[in-house]
């Protein structure tokens, strides 16, 4: 019986986190797109590799705090009121990328 109840805890868990990430592009369409698509304040255009370049160069975790913290006119979180390191971290990737 505590197999079993340790097996469904584990899978309620598994499909909760699965459900709660979110696409990249979902994430940049739903809080990015507003400032990133124009540059909006001196923001990063999405897929301009060359604006993108510099800030990748701080490294990942330095992105991702200042996603959380704020910068210049982003304000903490940006505009994702429900995104996770992850998803934060993901919508970096699919903006930063040249296409």
């Not at 079993?4 to 598994?14: G, H, P, Y």
């Amino acid at each position: 019986m505590k197999k079993l109840l340790a097996m469904t805890a584990v899978a309620a868990l598994t499909m909760s986190v699965n459900v709660s990430a979110q696409e990249a592009e979902a994430i940049f369409n739903k809080a990015c797109t507003v400032c990133h698509s124009m540059g909006v304040a001196g923001a990063p255009k999405v897929h301009n590799a060359a604006e993108w370049e510099p800030r990748l160069a701080k490294g990942i975790d330095a992105l991702l705090h200042s996603v959380k913290t704020g910068l210049n006119a982003m304000p903490p979180g940006g505009m994702c009121t429900d995104c996770t390191d992850e998803d934060y971290k993901a919508a970096i990737e699919f903006m930063s990328k040249a296409q």
